[in-house]
C-alpha cells in the first residue's frame, strides 16, 4: 500500500522507534542493505535548490543499491510551461518508485502525494514541513543521550521562523518528562500557536529567556539554528541579531560535559568554528545520522508500497 | 556499425515493428531486461531544458542496469566557452557510449551524430524533430487500438507548429487504410507541404475542421496539443486562442467508448483534470510507453554499435 | 591514510609512474576494474560549471563500478546561504568517499583536503591548478612518444595566463633532456617566475619566439592553448591576438611526421578543423586519457584512505 510522509507527525512514535531501530541496524551492518534496494529509482524532484538535502537522500539511496534521477531545476522546467504539480508528480511516477521533493510553498508535497501513483517523501515545503530533518534530529538524540525522555532541551536562535525548532518541538512533545528552554531575541519568539497548541496543551514544561549564556548549564541537548537573512523585512534588524546568539568555546565551558551541541547546516557563524573539535560538537553528526534515517525511511516505503 | 536516429523516418516500419516487439517483451518480462545494458553509459545531452524527456531517457537506461552521464547545462558550459557542437559530440563519445540530445536548433542533431563516434539520439532539436515522442505515441496507438491500419485518428489544436503532430502524421501515412481529421483555429493550421508533401501526396483521406465537438463521435484517436505561448506573436492572440480547444469530460460523452485520448504533455488546460480519471485517457500511459520504446532504441544502437 | 592532491607537484615522479602503469593496464584490461569502486561514491563538487571535466570524473567512477553524486551548483546553492566551503567539504564526506572539487577562487581545493575527512581532487581552482589536466597531457605524451626525455616541446599561444602549460612546464621540468620552445605574441609570454624559478634554476633549455611557422619544423610536442576572452582587458587586444596562432593543416605540412599536437580544449578555432584527421592530432585523445589517469587517481587515493 503506497503512503508518503509529508509531516514527522504522520509517522507514529512506533514507527519512529523502528526507524531508529533499522538506522542503528544499518550502521552496524551496513553490506546487508547494500542491495536493499537494487534495481529501484528514487527521484528527487527539487524545485528550489537545497544541495544538502537532496545529497543525502541520493547518498542513502545509493548506499542502498538503488539509482537517482535528480532533478535539480524542476521550477525551471516543467512548471515554467506551466504544468501543475500533480502532473508532475503522476509523469514522474512513470520514471521511479519513490519521490522526494522539494518546493518552496507550503502544501506542495501533499498535493504531489496525493497525484502520484509512489510514495512521496517531503524534503521540505517552504517553512512549512522537513520531516527528515527531524528523523536526523531524533537518530541524534537518541545515538547521543540514550532516550527521548528526561531531557532538558534548550532551542536557541530564530524561534519564530525556524521550521526545523517547530517540528523537533512536536515531535519531542511525544515523550514525557522533558523540558524545554526557549531561547531567543524578542523578534524571533517562537510563536504563541506553538506554545499554546503543543506545549501547554500537553502540559509541558518551557522557559523562555533571552540569554544563552544564562540558559545553558542546565542543558542536556543545545539545538542552535541559522539566522536567515530572508527572513527580515529590513537588513538592519538582520546584522544587529544574526550574532545575538553564538555559541563559541568559550561559552561552552558553563555547559553540562555531555551536552549535546545540535544544528540543521547549513551555519553562518552561530557556531564559532573553534566549538568543531569538542566532542559536544554533534551537528556533524546529525549530517550523518540524516543519512541513515532517509535509508531507512526509503526501505520501509518502498517495502509497504510493494505489498 | 555505429548508426543515430535523428528523424522518426530514419527506421523503416519492419524497424518500428521490431522496437514495438522489443518494447513489449520489456513491459512483459522486465527482469529479463535488467542487466541488459550493464557498464553501459547514456549521456543526456541537454542544451535546453526538458526534464521530463531527459528523466524519460535516464530511467530506461537504469532500468537496463546502464549508468547515466546528466548534462543539464550544456548551453551554459562548453557553448558559452565558445565550443562546436561538433567537438563537445566528440568529446561526449570519449565518456558515453550512447547520447540523447536535446537543442534548440534545428540539425544539431544532425551536426553532433556525424561528428560523435557513438549513437545520437535526437532528443528533440528546435521545431524540427523528436522522434522517440513519436515512438511513444506509436506504440501508445499499438496497445490502445490493436493495429495502425482502420484508424480515425482527430489531431487537436496547434497543427501549425506542433513538432509531434507532424512526426506522427509522417510516421502514420506510412500505413494503409487511416483517416486524419485536423481540428484547430485558422491561425494554427496544418501547414500545406505536410497536406501536400504527404496526405495528398500518398492520397490519404483528411477533413479539416474548426470544431473539436463536431469532429469527436467519430474518432478512433484523438491527439491534443498544447498551444505554446512563445509560438505566438502577440499576448492577445494566445490568450484568445489557447482555450479554444479544451477537451472536458462532457464533450467526452459523444465520443466513441474506446476513443484513445493522447497528449505529448506538460498539458496546460487542453485537457481537464476531470478527464484523467476516463478510462479512455491514454496520456500518461504514453508517458510509460516513452519510457519502453526508448529503452527498446538504446538496446537496438547499442547491439548495432557493437557489431 | 587520506590524502588529496591539490597540485600536479604533490605526485612524485615515481607516483607518476605508477599512475601511468595503472591507467595503461586499465586500458589492456578494463573488464578487471569495473568492480573495482562497487559501492563508492565521488561527489563532483563544482563551483563553476565545467562540464568536460566534470564528466571525465563522472566516466571514470562509473567504469571504475562506482557511483557519482553531482553538484554542478554549489556556488547557488550552500555558498549562497553563507556556508563556507570547509563546512561543506566535511558535510559531503558524510555523503561520498571521495570529492572532485571545481572552484573559482585559487586554494579553495587546498581548504576543502583540509576540512574533508575523504580524498579531494582539485579539478580546477581558478587560475591556479589543474593536476588531473596534466595528468592527462603526461599519459599522452607517454603513449604518443614513449618517453618523457629527449623532446622538444613548443608551448603556443597564451603563455601568460594558461594554467595548463605553466602545470606542464612545471611536471615535464622533473625530467632530463627536454627542450622548450615558447610561442606566443608579446602580451602573452610566459611570466618570468615561471621561466626563472622553473626553466633557468634548473638549467633546461628554452627559447622565445613569436611565430608559430619558424618554430614548427623542431617540434616533437606542439601543446596549443586557447585564448580566452576573459583573460583580456579590452575587446580590441582579443580579437587581434586570438587569431594570431591558428594551427592548420598548411602549417602542419612543416613540421615533423611523427609530431603530438595537444590541446586542453575546449578549442575556439586555435586548430582548425582540417587537422583533425592528421594522425598526429592527439586531442581527442588527451580526453580519453584523462579519464584513464582520472580512473587511475581515485583508486589509487581510495586505496590510501582505506590503509
Not at 544499518?26 to 542491495?35: L, S
Not at 500533480?86 to 518508485?97: I, L, N, P, W
Not at 500537553?202 to 529567556?209: N, R, S
Request: net charge neutral; with cysteine.
Amino acid at each position: 500500500m503506497k503512503r508518503s510522509v509529508i509531516d514527522i507527525l504522520d509517522l507514529s512514535t512506533e514507527e519512529i522507534e523502528s526507524l531508529i531501530a533499522t538506522a542503528q541496524d544499518i550502521i552496524a551492518r551496513p553490506a546487508e542493505y547494500a542491495h536493499a534496494c537494487a534495481g529501484k529509482k528514487l527521484a528527487t524532484l527539487f524545485f528550489e535548490p537545497s544541495t544538502r538535502t537532496r545529497l543525502s537522500f541520493e547518498a542513502a539511496m545509493y548506499e542502498l543499491g538503488g539509482n537517482v534521477l535528480s532533478v535539480t531545476d524542476a521550477a525551471t522546467s516543467s512548471a515554467s510551461k506551466g504544468e501543475s504539480v500533480a502532473d508532475t508528480a503522476r509523469t514522474v511516477s512513470c520514471y521511479a518508485d519513490i519521490i522526494a521533493m522539494r518546493h518552496p510553498k507550503e502544501g506542495a508535497a501533499l498535493v504531489a502525494a496525493n497525484a502520484a501513483s509512489i510514495p512521496v517523501i517531503n524534503a521540505g515545503d517552504g517553512g512549512h514541513c522537513h520531516p527528515t530533518q527531524t528523523m536526523a534530529d531524533l537518530l541524534t538524540i537518541r545515538r547521543e543521550k540514550g532516550a527521548f525522555s528526561g531531557l532538558t532541551i534548550g532551542l536557541c536562535g530564530d524561534l519564530k521562523f525556524g521550521r526545523t525548532v517547530h517540528s523537533l518541538i512536536n515531535a519531542m512533545a511525544r515523550y514525557p518528562d522533558n523540558k524545554f528552554v526557549l531561547i531567543s531575541p524578542e523578534e524571533l519568539k517562537l510563536p504563541s500557536y506553538v506554545k499554546k497548541d503543543v506545549l501547554q496543551e500537553k502540559g509541558i514544561p518551557y522557559e523562555q529567556t533571552t540569554s544563552l549564556e544564562a540558559a545553558l548549564p542546565q542543558l542536556d541537548v543545545l539545538y542552535m539554528t541559522r539566522v536567515q537573512r530572508e527572513r527580515f523585512f529590513n537588513e538592519e534588524d538582520y546584522l544587529r541579531l544574526k550574532d545575538s546568539y553564538i555559541l563559541d568555546a568559550a561559552k561552552l565551558k558553563a555547559a553540562k560535559g555531555d551536552l549535546c551541541v545540535m544544528h540543521p547546516l547549513p551555519r553562518v557563524n552561530e557556531i564559532a568554528t573553534d566549538v568543531d573539535a569538542d566532542p559536544r560538537a554533534c551537528y556533524f553528526k546529525q549530517v550523518l545520522n540524516g543519512k541513515y534515517m532517509r535509508m531507512a525511511l526509503i526501505l520501509k516505503l518502498l517495502k509497504e508500497a510493494a505489498q
